[in-house]
């Protein structure tokens, strides 16, 4: 696949892949400061301002734990947030509140995002069930039931130590989790209608609540209650048209709020929300955001901005602008603005601020259904009213029906910095009215992997849904075209269904895989592994028939008391003898032998490897070097795996030296938990297995010995993307979540001198790209010289071919020649001149031809050689070489994913059609 060569692209549009809904969003909390205005451990090491996770909850029940992919020290993120876990969710479930608290809120430093391994996370999906999900396990760790029917709400308190249920029959409990413990604390008085949504009110100094005789009588060393925060009150949106503030200590109602009703039918105040100074604000069933005031429990302004329901709402991180939207898709913005009347004399004169609805934006083709902003708000006291930095933009995420998440920089229009820094480099503004908003492109499988697979002998194509598969057929083209004129669309009988299976599951799928030859269908959710062997009837139908006794055996590999026996990844050799399995909780790598032919006998076990058990310490997502780092914690009597070797070369950054662990390692314990092995990868010639977990750490095996060769060093950023050449396949190239590359000579145990100009020198408009690396592929035609390969190297390399690499995202594809110069100034912005003088963006004479190369000096002309985008597929769901020149590109319009949606909302005006 070089400059000038001709593919035959398979444009399929015909897989029915469809995501689900979004159905809640959550950034974790910050700690409260301290009262004495000290400062923790962790805030005297560093004070980060990167943003935390995200989690993203979905309608099929699955949660997806999204992080940033900036580093502490640069502030822009283009790919903003991408999925690192995917939690499948039980079938059939749904997720329709999610809640993060801290675990150990002293080792959190002052405004800096708590870590995952330092968050729980919680959820309810419309039934009697408060669900705790175990972050590192991906699963279900406990549940809690509410005792009191259907949970509407779930919030935690600002110090994250207690719980507020919103139930059916009309009370709110509270859950106590302090001390990693779920436990019913107590219940509020119930009340004749459901809860449906509870913000809690700022919290005070428990040293303001007593007496001050008593305060100055105690020693003046006991600072232990001085630090802590007591909750005093929290209101709550009822279904009877009204919001209730109720009493922690008591659990009695203090006040009712009342909204108005629409021919006496009652109003439903889905979202309300608390600020610093106790102001209370509600949406409702009619539309109308209503800000009360916390003394007097009156309406003091009153907005009728939506035209329909108002189903979320969440509030700035300095309390100065809330953000409501719902089913009409707007999401609207109201700010605090101050005003000045010298001239009115009246005493109930208003205060010298007020409430303005100052924006309107629709970002969504349908009903949204969750806000959330980062930094998040904390309704802290004035007095203690926390400290952001006002030249970085607060990111607003949102997500609803049409399935993607939004963002956008949400930036005050009233700050008095000119220069916003905007984190996700949309735009030059940085405000909510001006800037640019992007989608989050979501991916078709869990982990950001794509949910479809090809079997390029048998020409088919795999997809995997929540609970079933589904197999095509991919039939012959014969008229190839260029890569650069991909317009036409697949002809009718270009494909055919021949395989739909609809699977008993306990979680929905997280992992599938098709053999080369379209003999073997491997798929798994959680908690079990299926393998079905497929035959093909005389009429060109698939019967797949299930092996029995796969399961039991890949469950005999396993500790007695393992409670999964569910791949989290899956993968065949390219000769359809091999099958790798990646067990979900328990982190081995079990390689099967299949056989070849068509004998009956069972899948034999050809070796488990457990090097992603080990444990090893990690620092800010890497993994460093260190005495003793790497030991090993199998649990059955196994042949001694030797231990891993070093690279011969590693990444400039990696500078912690060998054998003498750093301060940094001394002050951080070791990681005792096991991660989650997401990204599997086979040589063309089936001699080499890599596999890379969620800690970043990528480990190689021989297959042909079975036996470990080696361990990669860590990575700034997350693996997206794992290939071997077809023409050298002992070269691994890798793309990171980040949009940079790495490029690792498995055979050698070194990154190659000539792929390093390209890796350290790649084009702004790649790296700067929004949409992270999916996937890279490689044309299986392509071959070394005939000179062959340590022959052309001694040469210089003058006699080899282009080593090119196809990579993917969901809205680009791009070529990459990775073994050539990448030239000066690639894909910039600037101005240049083509070989006719001529100005880019300027008529050009007729005699010239205004697709001529750009050439400019230092050789560009190269560079536009080696760096080849194209984006006119999107969104897309799999790029692969289905053949030598023959490229297979499915796609999945967003057009048609709206089609099968409900009808959005639309309130036709007066005068207008």
Same mark, same amino acid.
């Given at each position: 696949?070089?400059?000038?060569?001709?593919?035959?692209?398979?444009?399929?549009?015909?897989?029915?892949?469809?995501?689900?809904?979004?159905?809640?969003?959550?950034?974790?909390?910050?700690?409260?400061?301290?009262?004495?205005?000290?400062?923790?451990?962790?805030?005297?090491?560093?004070?980060?301002?990167?943003?935390?996770?995200?989690?993203?909850?979905?309608?099929?029940?699955?949660?997806?734990?999204?992080?940033?992919?900036?580093?502490?020290?640069?502030?822009?993120?283009?790919?903003?947030?991408?999925?690192?876990?995917?939690?499948?969710?039980?079938?059939?479930?749904?997720?329709?509140?999610?809640?993060?608290?801290?675990?150990?809120?002293?080792?959190?430093?002052?405004?800096?995002?708590?870590?995952?391994?330092?968050?729980?996370?919680?959820?309810?999906?419309?039934?009697?069930?408060?669900?705790?999900?175990?972050?590192?396990?991906?699963?279900?760790?406990?549940?809690?039931?509410?005792?009191?029917?259907?949970?509407?709400?779930?919030?935690?308190?600002?110090?994250?130590?207690?719980?507020?249920?919103?139930?059916?029959?009309?009370?709110?409990?509270?859950?106590?989790?302090?001390?990693?413990?779920?436990?019913?604390?107590?219940?509020?008085?119930?009340?004749?209608?459901?809860?449906?949504?509870?913000?809690?009110?700022?919290?005070?100094?428990?040293?303001?609540?007593?007496?001050?005789?008593?305060?100055?009588?105690?020693?003046?060393?006991?600072?232990?209650?001085?630090?802590?925060?007591?909750?005093?009150?929290?209101?709550?949106?009822?279904?009877?048209?009204?919001?209730?503030?109720?009493?922690?200590?008591?659990?009695?109602?203090?006040?009712?709020?009342?909204?108005?009703?629409?021919?006496?039918?009652?109003?439903?105040?889905?979202?309300?929300?608390?600020?610093?100074?106790?102001?209370?604000?509600?949406?409702?069933?009619?539309? @109308?955001?209503?800000?009360?005031? #916390?003394?007097?429990?009156?309406?003091?302004?009153? $907005? +009728?901005?939506?035209? /329909?329901? %108002? &189903?979320?709402?969440?509030?700035?991180?300095?309390?100065?602008?809330?953000?409501?939207?719902?089913?009409?898709?707007?999401?609207?913005?109201?700010?605090?603005?101050?005003?000045?009347?010298?001239?009115?004399?009246?005493?109930?004169?208003?205060?010298?601020?007020?409430?303005?609805?100052?924006?309107?934006?629709?970002?969504?083709?349908?009903?949204?259904?969750?806000?959330? @902003?980062?930094?998040?708000?904390? #309704?802290?006291?004035?007095?203690?009213?926390?400290? $952001? +930095?006002?030249?970085? /933009?607060? %990111? &607003?995420?949102?997500?609803?029906?049409?399935?993607?998440?939004?963002?956008?920089?949400?930036?005050?229009?009233?700050?008095?910095?000119?220069?916003?820094?905007?984190?996700?480099?949309?735009?030059?503004?940085?405000?909510?009215?001006?800037?640019?908003?992007?989608?989050?492109?979501?991916?078709?499988?869990?982990?950001?992997?794509?949910?479809?697979?090809?079997?390029?002998?048998?020409?088919?194509?795999?997809?995997?849904?929540?609970?079933?598969?589904?197999?095509?057929?991919?039939?012959?083209?014969?008229?190839?075209?260029?890569?650069?004129?991909?317009?036409?669309?697949?002809?009718?009988?270009?494909?055919?269904?021949?395989?739909?299976?609809?699977?008993?599951?306990?979680?929905?799928?997280?992992?599938?895989?098709?053999?080369?030859?379209?003999?073997?269908?491997?798929?798994?959710?959680?908690?079990?592994?299926?393998?079905?062997?497929?035959?093909?009837?005389?009429?060109?139908?698939?019967?797949?028939?299930?092996?029995?006794?796969?399961?039991?055996?890949?469950?005999?590999?396993?500790?007695?008391?393992?409670?999964?026996?569910?791949?989290?990844?899956?993968?065949?050799?390219?000769?359809?003898?091999?099958?790798?399995?990646?067990?979900?909780?328990?982190?081995?790598?079990?390689?099967?032998?299949?056989?070849?032919?068509?004998?009956?006998?069972?899948?034999?076990?050809?070796?488990?490897?457990?090097?992603?058990?080990?444990?090893?310490?990690?620092?800010?997502?890497?993994?460093?070097?260190?005495?003793?780092?790497?030991?090993?914690?199998?649990?059955?009597?196994?042949?001694?795996?030797?231990?891993?070797?070093?690279?011969?070369?590693?990444?400039?950054?990696?500078?912690?030296?060998?054998?003498?662990?750093?301060?940094?390692?001394?002050?951080?314990?070791?990681?005792?938990?096991?991660?989650?092995?997401?990204?599997?990868?086979?040589?063309?010639?089936?001699?080499?297995?890599?596999?890379?977990?969620?800690?970043?750490?990528?480990?190689?095996?021989?297959?042909?010995?079975?036996?470990?060769?080696?361990?990669?060093?860590?990575?700034?950023?997350?693996?997206?993307?794992?290939?071997?050449?077809?023409?050298?396949?002992?070269?691994?190239?890798?793309?990171?979540?980040?949009?940079?590359?790495?490029?690792?000579?498995?055979?050698?145990?070194?990154?190659?001198?000539?792929?390093?100009?390209?890796?350290?020198?790649?084009?702004?408009?790649?790296?700067?790209?929004?949409?992270?690396?999916?996937?890279?592929?490689?044309?299986?035609?392509?071959?070394?010289?005939?000179?062959?390969?340590?022959?052309?190297?001694?040469?210089?390399?003058?006699?080899?071919?282009?080593?090119?690499?196809?990579?993917?995202?969901?809205?680009?594809?791009?070529?990459?020649?990775?073994?050539?110069?990448?030239?000066?100034?690639?894909?910039?912005?600037?101005?240049?001149?083509?070989?006719?003088?001529?100005?880019?963006?300027?008529?050009?004479?007729?005699?010239?031809?205004?697709?001529?190369?750009?050439?400019?000096?230092?050789?560009?002309?190269?560079?536009?050689?080696?760096?080849?985008?194209?984006?006119?597929?999107?969104?897309?769901?799999?790029?692969?070489?289905?053949?030598?020149?023959?490229?297979?590109?499915?796609?999945?319009?967003?057009?048609?994913?709206?089609?099968?949606?409900?009808?959005?909302?639309?309130?036709?005006?007066?005068?207008?059609?």
């Amino acid at each position: 696949m070089h400059q000038g060569t001709s593919l035959a692209v398979h444009r399929c549009r015909f897989v029915d892949f469809s995501p689900s809904a979004i159905t809640a969003l959550a950034f974790p909390p910050l700690p409260l400061p301290s009262v004495k205005g000290k400062k923790s451990a962790a805030s005297s090491r560093r004070k980060a301002s990167k943003p935390g996770i995200l989690a993203v909850g979905r309608g099929n029940g699955n949660i997806e734990i999204y992080e940033w992919t900036g580093s502490e020290q640069k502030v822009e993120a283009p790919q903003a947030w991408v999925v690192r876990k995917t939690i499948p969710g039980p079938n059939p479930s749904k997720v329709d509140c999610l809640a993060f608290t801290i675990k150990n809120p002293d080792q959190v430093g002052d405004n800096e995002a708590p870590t995952l391994e330092n968050l729980r996370l919680f959820s309810t999906g419309g039934s009697s069930e408060l669900v705790e999900w175990d972050l590192e396990r991906a699963c279900i760790r406990r549940t809690l039931s509410s005792q009191g029917g259907s949970i509407w709400a779930v919030t935690p308190n600002p110090a994250g130590t207690q719980l507020a249920l919103g139930c059916e029959d009309g009370s709110i409990r509270l859950i106590s989790v302090t001390y990693d413990s779920l436990t019913h604390l107590r219940r509020f008085d119930r009340i004749r209608s459901r809860i449906l949504s509870i913000a809690w009110g700022p919290p005070v100094p428990r040293d303001t609540s007593k007496v001050q005789e008593k305060a100055a009588s105690e020693d003046s060393d006991d600072d232990d209650d001085e630090d802590d925060w007591s909750d005093s009150w929290l209101v709550a949106g009822c279904s009877d048209s009204c919001l209730r503030k109720w009493d922690v200590n008591t659990g009695r109602v203090l006040d009712r709020m009342v909204t108005e009703k629409v021919k006496g039918e009652r109003t439903l105040v889905w979202a309300v929300g608390a600020l610093g100074d106790g102001t209370v604000v509600s949406g409702d069933s009619m539309g @109308i955001v209503k800000f009360w005031d #916390p003394v007097t429990c009156t309406q003091m302004d009153s $907005f +009728p901005g939506h035209a /329909a329901d %108002i &189903l979320c709402m969440t509030i700035s991180s300095d309390g100065t602008a809330v953000y409501t939207s719902g089913v009409d898709q707007k999401i609207n913005q109201f700010t605090h603005v101050k005003t000045t009347n010298p001239n009115s004399t009246s005493v109930l004169k208003r205060g010298s601020s007020r409430w303005i609805m100052s924006s309107s934006r629709r970002m969504h083709s349908h009903d949204v259904r969750a806000l959330a @902003i980062w930094p998040p708000h904390t #309704p802290l006291p004035p007095a203690y009213r926390r400290q $952001f +930095p006002i030249d970085i /933009a607060p %990111i &607003l995420a949102s997500g609803g029906l049409d399935m993607s998440v939004n963002v956008t920089p949400a930036a005050s229009a009233a700050a008095t910095v000119t220069n916003i820094i905007n984190p996700l480099a949309t735009s030059t503004e940085a405000t909510f009215e001006d800037s640019y908003n992007r989608r989050l492109g979501y991916s078709s499988g869990p982990f950001n992997v794509s949910a479809l697979h090809l079997a390029r002998q048998a020409r088919l194509l795999l997809c995997m849904r929540d609970t079933s598969v589904t197999v095509w057929r991919i039939l012959e083209k014969h008229s190839p075209f260029g890569i650069e004129n991909m317009d036409e669309a697949q002809p009718e009988g270009g494909y055919e269904r021949v395989l739909d299976m609809e699977l008993n599951v306990h979680t929905n799928l997280v992992a599938s895989a098709i053999s080369d030859d379209g003999r073997w269908v491997a798929v798994s959710d959680w908690y079990e592994t299926k393998l079905f062997e497929l035959k093909e009837e005389p009429n060109g139908d698939i019967t797949p028939r299930r092996i029995r006794d796969f399961s039991a055996i890949l469950h005999s590999q396993l500790p007695d008391k393992a409670a999964s026996a569910g791949a989290s990844s899956l993968a065949f050799s390219p000769d359809s003898s091999k099958l790798v399995v990646a067990t979900a909780m328990s982190s081995y790598v079990v390689v099967f032998d299949l056989g070849r032919g068509g004998g009956s006998r069972s899948p034999v076990v050809m070796r488990k490897f457990d090097q992603h058990r080990a444990a090893g310490t990690t620092i800010g997502g890497r993994v460093i070097k260190g005495k003793g780092r790497m030991q090993q914690h199998s649990e059955l009597a196994e042949e001694a795996i030797p231990v891993p070797e070093e690279p011969a070369e590693a990444p400039e950054d990696e500078n912690v030296s060998e054998g003498e662990p750093s301060d940094i390692e001394n002050d951080i314990p070791q990681k005792k938990t096991i991660p989650t092995i997401t990204r599997i990868a086979t040589s063309p010639d089936g001699q080499w297995l890599v596999t890379t977990d969620t800690d970043g750490r990528t480990f190689v095996f021989n297959l042909d010995s079975a036996t470990y060769h080696t361990t990669l060093p860590s990575f700034a950023s997350a693996i997206h993307a794992l290939a071997f050449d077809t023409a050298s396949p002992s070269t691994l190239v890798i793309g990171l979540a980040n949009n940079t590359l790495e490029v690792y000579d498995v055979e050698t145990r070194s990154f190659p001198e000539w792929a390093r100009q390209v890796v350290r020198r790649l084009p702004a408009r790649f790296t700067r790209m929004h949409d992270p690396i999916v996937g890279v592929t490689f044309d299986p035609g392509a071959t070394v010289s005939p000179l062959g390969e340590e022959a052309d190297n001694a040469a210089g390399g003058k006699n080899l071919p282009p080593r090119n690499a196809l990579f993917w995202g969901t809205t680009w594809l791009c070529r990459i020649k990775l073994d050539a110069a990448p030239g000066w100034g690639g894909f910039d912005k600037k101005r240049r001149r083509d070989a006719n003088g001529q100005k880019r963006g300027e008529r050009a004479p007729p005699h010239v031809n205004p697709a001529a190369p750009v050439v400019e000096e230092g050789g560009m002309e190269n560079r536009q050689k080696n760096f080849t985008v194209v984006t006119k597929y999107r969104p897309l769901l799999l790029v692969d070489f289905i053949g030598p020149k023959e490229l297979l590109v499915v796609e999945r319009p967003l057009v048609d994913v709206l089609n099968g949606l409900p009808p959005a909302f639309f309130k036709p005006k007066y005068g207008k059609t």
